[in-house]
Nanobody, 125 residues
Framework: QVQLVESGGGLVQAGGSLSVSCAAS????????MGWFRQAPGKQREFVAA????????LYEDSVKGRFTISRDNAKNMVYLQMNGLKPEDTAVYYC??????????????????WGQGTQVTVSS
């Protein structure tokens, strides 16, 4: 089971940029599909973006397409989420997640077996 630790959250003004990172433990990081989810107060955890094992394919939730970019560095056991053009509605706790059971990207919470503790992203208007 991979261990995940997010970092890089914070407070930013609307229109600004922020990058969050996720460090994974273990020697098999490249065998995991990686995803980012977020959860706003009073709302369910929702899919944001995911990337395949090699990094060759990505998938984004419609509201973040063109603004967010997911990437990974398998040599460093890291996955990143670069967020540009941030909006107040992007305010949430952002979670990194790992999926090993399939090479196919999943957009659902049950599709991922390992989760980080989350990092807060707050966008002020």
């Amino acid at each position: 089971q991979v261990q995940l630790v997010e970092s890089g959250g914070g407070l930013v003004q609307a229109g600004g940029s922020l990058s969050v990172s996720c460090a994974a433990s273990g020697r098999t990081f490249s065998s995991y599909v990686m995803g980012w989810f977020r959860q706003a107060p009073g709302k369910q955890r929702e899919f944001v973006a995911a990337i395949t094992r090699s990094g060759g394919s990505t998938l984004y939730e419609d509201s973040v397409k063109g603004r967010f970019t997911i990437s990974r560095d398998n040599a460093k056991n890291m996955v990143y989420l670069q967020m540009n053009g941030l909006k107040p509605e992007d305010t949430a706790v952002y979670y990194c997640a790992a999926r090993k059971t399939s090479s196919i990207i999943s957009t659902t919470v049950p599709g991922y077996s390992s989760w980080g503790q989350g990092t807060q992203v707050t966008v002020s208007s």
